[in-house]
């Protein structure tokens, strides 16, 4: 807090013509408190603040960071003068179904704006919305808990154990602990579409058709820009990274982006999906098809009767399930034969995730829905005889979690829980890193930790670290400051 001293702000914003970047960074210092905002013009963006030991100190930090913004090319702005650009927003129509029966659905929970994002695992349905809401459920639709993020969610995706919402405000956020962290600052003029992370590296693909690639320290590595615009899949493993885009999939290599190879789709790639062999898109021209992950070569072709907004397969690509623009669901067998067509019960999904015979879909008109995927049901629900579909509703004592730019505080004797690590943030060539302090550990590596509670200096506790291949270290659990 301010011991008396001047409050001092320094506003500056970098706007660039044609689409490119659109964003500010204000410092403001009180007393010894430095307090940075940064994010897209207009938006509230994110806020880190760090205390520093004097008042001097504090000073000359703020004027450091300021300046070097100046070098980027940001100059003193007035705020609110400038609009902000619009975010794109994934304009979808969906008619009615032409199926002639509706889908076997379990259970409904609307989430009261459009919704893209989902993940299934084995504890927890995920699913994100426009409105920044991201809710966690358990598989019998009971609604756990509620993430409020500043903007809207384009989609989720989980690298392990770890979850990830790729936002409209250009951060991504953690939800894998209690309290959602913005784990990657991607561009402020980069419009997400999609991403997806693996063993902590970033993928994004974006509305001009670029993929950008981002290491666990949140810094960019490397770009592409693809022969085509309205990216809307990439998926990821060890041996490339899979682009689909408005003129079909090309995979990269995922150490310098050199490109594999190429493929022309039937339509522009609308859904992605991965299996360890063969990635899957969904196309605007009413197909799914498979494609080999080594040669780029079409292995199968899936035909639905309207634009593709959505697939998933069961594991191994036995089954491959298909979402279109008609509100309806197919299943196809991993030959293309069509299984079977089935209404959603309301509006077209725009992303699913098939899971024990259950496939989970997020739709249109922004509910997750649980359809009841067995054999059984499936065969009754053709014949006319469907559950009586259970609406779930948000229970007002529900726990609601924002993303958090400090943590709780604990001593030297009462660290928490037991056995917990320490790790020490220290400066090196200009940057704050984060290295393991505790004996079992390679104290050379750095750790994957949130940019906004990196303060020189600090200690924390985690619950657990776990080795990437990358050669660093992830946090796994609660994060506690040290006294």
């Known amino acids: 807090m301010s011991t008396g001293s001047a409050v001092s702000t320094t506003y500056l914003e970098l706007s660039q013509e044609g689409g ?36 001097e100190k504090a000073r000359a ?29 994934r304009q979808v129509s969906s008619a009615p179904s032409t199926a002639r029966a509706v889908a076997p659905v379990l259970w409904r929970f609307r989430t009261g704006s459009a919704a893209f994002g989902i993940h299934v695992d084995d504890e927890r349905c995920w699913v994100g919305n426009q409105a920044g809401d991201v809710y966690t459920l358990d598989h019998e639709g009971a609604v756990l808990a509620r993430f409020s993020l500043p903007d809207g969610v384009k989609c989720l995706v989980a690298d392990d154990f770890w979850i990830y919402a790729g936002c409209d405000d250009g951060t991504v956020y953690d939800l894998s602990s209690k309290l959602p962290f913005a784990a990657y600052d991607i561009a402020a003029d980069v419009d997400i579409f999609w991403l997806d992370i693996h063993e902590g590296v970033l993928d994004v693909s974006d509305r001009a058709g670029r993929l950008t690639v981002i290491d666990h320290e949140d810094e960019h590595q490397w770009s592409r820009r693809s022969q085509g615009e309205h990216a809307w899949m990439v998926r990821a493993d060890d041996r490339a990274v899979y682009h689909g885009h408005q003129r079909g999939v090309t995979a990269y290599a995922p150490d310098g982006g050199g490109e594999l190879w190429h493929t022309p789709t039937n339509g522009g790639v609308l859904f992605g999906w991965q299996e360890r062999e063969a990635v899957y898109a969904g196309t605007a021209h009413r197909v799914v098809q498979r494609l080999s992950k080594a040669t780029g070569a079409i292995e199968a072709t899936y035909a639905c009767d309207s634009a593709v907004y959505s697939c998933a397969t069961s594991p191994g690509g036995r089954f491959v399930f298909a979402g279109d623009a008609a509100s309806s ?20 999904a725009l992303s699913m995730q098939y899971r024990d015979e259950r496939l989970y879909l997020v739709t249109t008109d922004g509910s997750l829905v649980c359809v009841d995927a067995s054999e059984a049901a499936i065969a009754a629900a053709q014949q006319g005889t469907v559950p009586v579909v259970r609406d779930v509703k948000l229970a007002a004592a529900t726990p609601t979690y924002a993303p958090a730019t400090a943590v709780t505080a604990v001593s030297t004797v009462d660290r928490a829980p037991a056995g917990a690590i320490v790790v020490e943030c220290v400066q090196e060539a200009g940057r704050v890193r984060v290295h393991v302090v505790s004996e079992g550990y390679d104290h050379s590596w750095n750790v994957q930790f949130p940019r906004a509670i990196r303060e020189p200096g600090a200690r924390y506790v985690v619950d657990a670290l776990h080795p990437a291949s990358g050669g660093f270290y992830r946090v796994r659990g609660d994060i506690h400051r040290l006294l």
Do not use: M, N
């Open 20 to 55: 490119g970047a659109h964003k500010f960074y204000e410092v403001t210092v009180d007393g010894r408190v430095v307090t940075v905002r940064y994010g897209r013009i207009g938006a509230a963006g994110q806020t880190q603040t760090t205390t520093f030991p004097t008042e």
């Open 61 to 89: 930090a703020a004027a450091k960071k300021a300046g070097e913004k100046i070098r980027k090319g940001y100059a003193p702005a007035v705020q609110g003068q400038r609009a902000p650009r619009a975010v794109t927003r």
């Open 329 to 348: 669901v197919y299943c196809f067998d991993q030959h293309g034969t069509r299984l079977w067509k089935l209404g959603t019960g309301g509006g077209s």
